[in-house]
């Protein structure tokens, strides 16, 4: 007589194991959607951000006398317009930065053709560089009477901020009964432009800064005319961090 077989056992939860995995590749198409959405908001808060910088400095005037203006060995290159979608609301403190850059362009246009004003952001703010050609005499610290205009019209528009202003030279060595180095040179300068903004009326002591630094933060190479001139400067520094 044949013995019976023992039937093995049935397990009834197999369909667990297919169902764990499917809910494994549901996560794994989710977090591939997440990070592919995450890294295009990205760039495209990156290029916005580029495109509303350069867009306040005038960069992308299509109308503009001046090369692109850009950090001491830059390069300009040509501008491509971003895309509609790609534009961001700005916040109120770019908001008023771009107000001052707006009214400062309108009030200075002129001189920035010319290349004796030029205007550049950096992480501290909006900086009008007043550059020597256009402010100084060869050596002296005192403003031209003829350039007290220009200067009344940048004052006007100066918003109720921090402000710094800060002296530059290039690296040619002075040594003059009034001025022993560069340091003094530079240092003069930016104070004789802090007593003009006081005198002005719209710029309060106790926001306003003075700095000479010489021959050693420049603008341009030392190397040749072009770039020490750039570098004998007076920067306005309009500071981050108002409404």
Excluded: C
């Excluded at 809910?23 to 995450?38: D, E, K, M, S």
């Excluded at 006398?65 to 790609?86: F, H, Q, R, S, Y």
């Excluded at 003059?176 to 432009?193: D, H, M, Y």
């Amino acid at each position: 007589m044949r013995r019976k077989r023992k039937q093995g056992h049935v397990s009834n939860d197999r369909w667990l194991l297919s169902y764990s995995d499917f809910i494994t590749l549901l996560f794994a198409f989710f977090v591939v959607l997440f990070a592919t959405g995450q890294s295009q908001k990205k760039k495209q808060d990156l290029a916005a951000s580029i495109h509303s910088a350069f867009t306040d400095m005038g960069i992308f005037d299509a109308h503009s006398k001046l090369p692109p203006l850009t950090d001491a060995g830059g390069a300009g290159n040509a501008a491509v317009p971003l895309p509609a979608d790609a534009a961001v609301p700005e916040s109120p403190e770019q908001a008023a930065m771009s107000k001052v850059i707006k009214q400062l362009q309108e009030a200075v246009q002129p001189e920035i053709d010319r290349g004796v004003i030029r205007l550049r952001k950096t992480p501290e703010g909006l900086v009008i560089s007043l550059q020597e050609a256009g402010f100084f005499d060869s050596g002296a610290a005192n403003i031209r009477s003829s350039s007290l205009p220009v200067f009344d019209r940048i004052a006007d528009t100066l918003p109720d901020t921090p402000l710094r202003v800060e002296g530059h030279t290039d690296n040619v060595p002075i040594h003059t009964v009034q001025f022993a180095s560069n340091w003094e040179l530079s240092s003069s300068r930016a104070s004789g432009i802090a007593r003009l903004l006081l005198l002005h009326g719209n710029v309060h002591p106790e926001k306003l800064s003075v700095a000479g630094y010489a021959e050693f933060h420049p603008a341009d190479s030392n190397d040749t005319p072009e770039g020490r001139a750039r570098n004998r400067r007076v920067d306005i520094v309009v500071l981050n961090g108002y409404h």
